[in-house]
């Protein structure tokens, strides 16, 4: 059984760099995870570089530059499994707010000469480029989920992801629903588990960066939410965050300015 | 709880006093039967696991396999294996069974059971048997037709409607020149023929129309889809054999094996422990309820 | 010199100085004790030392999806009802690490020793403590025990404590189960201004009571804690008919009302009232392994009929919208429940109302049922 070690790639696109800290900070499970896997190419964490192609490429942030859109391609057909990692590479990320704006005007006001960028409008996720194996959301990752997702590869399964809303976890942990005791906004009902509920479980509503919980109920929640806004625009804003260009928030986001003008 | 139906006995693999807890089986032989679907035949590495563990027909295992998880599977062997093996035939289509789908013989994996309620071999005795089955529903179904082989004069008139999608996917053809020998009567039918097949096309409940049913002294076994399983019921009300002598078995979500976890309840019934098999008297209220 | 013998249901009065020292008696005979602490803008049941420790003075206003704590009237300690989350983490707790195997050979079961911690419960209310009854006959049956539920349940120390201010959403009246306590206590509390009115509910908690300076407590103070308790019984704030349960919540027919329909498209679907549900028992057995997949475990967490991979099975979902999610939900718990147990499966204390984010009032939906299949 010596078969040869799977190869891994690690890639940064448009993104903070935080979900390839995730994988750094594993500490613990490094060790393990450099004897199970070859980590070919991880410019974050070594200048060492083999050459592809590889098993997996592991994707970090969005799709921003022409140049970007070339290289995801080449990414794609270098890479037996693609897995989107983090909430850039999944759904846009913060900076996909630009999808809402003008770009160039963003442009302007940033740099003293824009003339040089060369940019899109839009900031998308890599699966509106290529064909993507699997994502993992959050902002940053769940390094523990990232293992896991590794661990099921080579293990021939699928990932144990939760399927269920933040919610579930956040009541597991004994957090109290920061939504009912303290008219806290919260995206919990609505966002993918995943995170372990750390934002109210430390008293602050959830902002969704783990991205939308396919069964989610849009249609409860935004009237909920902004029946009880501390300013105008409050649910808007919220759903116009990390996870802006997700579709599910992107129309609920829309729905939130509408049912707030009633 | 539930007088209507009868007790399952408690289990003899699994640690009582820990929370679903395997005992550990080899396998010592792997049967593949059609694509995709292959019998597993275990063996209790404990000597007094072996010895303890009986199980009755229609009853389940939950199988274990470390990092994957628990499936509930029903047992396809002789209850009265003289080697005291238990085998269970196994489609893989989740992650657990798929999985299962890749060990060899020699390996280990956790089993822990009985489970569940059995079909009413004694209840049943002195009558007509019809078993009705589609695809993987055949499996739960064999240590009942052993039994009945076993046990052939204490049954009357026993017929078997088994259907599969096409000849290639017929399971235990080798048995059935055997279990017609013992005056089982088959109806095997395909959805799909291929160019040797000259049997019978068609759906299982059809060939109720094929024989003859006493209404008043006949016991109808069913295993399958559950669209299967609908029809049938439908053809053997139709011919006026009571609801209570109607036994359906049913396949719900299990974590326990015990009526601890939730999650297989319809109604008031745990499946894994006041079934699998139900008589069709009892489920009849909530059958025509969606999604429930 | 007063003969005060005491034994099972004696009522002595207790100071409130007095009640600290048997906290501190319990703790010495090995008990970890766990009472109503203010946390996060709300009251959870967390470690105790103290009254000190408790929300003194401190009340609720409970509404559907809303809770807010308030400055009470009194300097009491169990004015507050009842706590965001309820006792079941004690004794089913939300995870449990069930299993640890190696591959050896086979496979070799990796044994830890976990000591069983003994609880002893301050402050348990008559609806917390029928529902710790209802959740007994689920944990331990005469063909099945869960172990961690059974240790800890056997080691168990209630101090109930009587109602006297129902919140908004509370309806034991009409299950049953309150606001005077009933089922098997230690010992059982009536707050007064300045004492506690101890009944004695047990062996146990008589010894460990005769330690403690009381006196018998006069007709006067008596009777203050029984028309403090008939009027907890006018306040509560809501109330169910329970007349025509479980039927009403069984019969096909009702399983396919448009009501049905109706709350589902408010329900989020988020599992809330099923997590601080005190009887609510469904959990989940979920793996893990290491990358070289030597080493695995299983642990056992709470699930929820809400979580759609609850109801999943190869091919499909058996329960695929939030309408028979829901459905499920309270049809069991009103309904199916009783067959199964013997009883229903609620016991009014109303968290599954405070807590929905969508502020739905089940006791309202199942009027709203009632109205739709009567007319």
Redesign the interface.
Known sequence: MAAKKPTVAVYKFSSCDGCQLSLLNLED?LL??A???DIAYFLEASRAVKPGPYDIALVEGSVTTPHEIERIREIREDARFVIALGTCATSGGIQALRNFADAEEYARAVYDHPEYLEYLNTATPISETIKVDLEIWGCPVNKHLV??C??AL?????P?LP???V??EC????????????GTP?L???TQAGCGAICPAN?RGCYGCFGPWP???F???VP?LTATERFPGETHLLLRNFNAHAPAFRKAAEAALTVGKK | MTSLLPQSAPPTAGHPGKLIQPDWAEIVRITPETEGISTFWLRFIDPQVRERYHFQPGQFNMLYLPGYGESAISMSSDPEDEERLVAHTIRFVGTVTKNIGRLKVGDVIGVRGPFGTSWPMKQIEGRDLVLACGGIGLPPLRPAIYHIIRNREKYGKVTLLYGARTPKDLMYPDEHEEWQRHDIHMEISVDRGDENWDGRVGVVPMWFYNFRIDPRNTAVLTCGPEIMIRFVIYEGLARRIPAERIFVSLERNMKCGQGSCGHCQIGPYFICKDGPVFPFSVLQRYVNVEEY | MLDITISRGTTVALSKAEFDLLLADLRENGYQTVGPRVQDESIVYADIQTLADLPRGVQTEQEAGHFRLMRGASNNYFDFIPAADSWKKFLFPPRVDLLTVRKGKGWEYVETETATPRYALVGVRGCELAAIEIQDKIFIRPDFYDPTYRLRREGLFIIAVNCLHPAGTCFCTSMGTGPKVQGSYDLCLTELDDVFLVEIGSELGRSLLSKRKYDLPSAFVQNIANQRLARAVQEMGRSLDTRDLPGLLTEPENLEAARWDEVAKRCLSCGNCTQVCPTCFCWDATDSVNLSATQASRTRVWDSCFNPAYSYVFGGNTRPTIRARYRQWLTHKFGAWKEQFGTLGCTGCGRCITWCPAKIDHVAEIAALREEVNS
Not at chain 1, 171 to 181: I, Q
Request: charged share 20%; net charge positive.
């Open positions: 499970e393990d995870l004897g199970a896997v293992l896991e590794i661990a080579l293990q021939n399964r699928k144990n399927q269920y809303s919610c579930l009541k597991r942990r004994g957090a109290v629903c920061v939504l009912v005791a303290h919260c919990g009902p609505v008293g069964q989610g109920n249609d409860s929640l909920t």
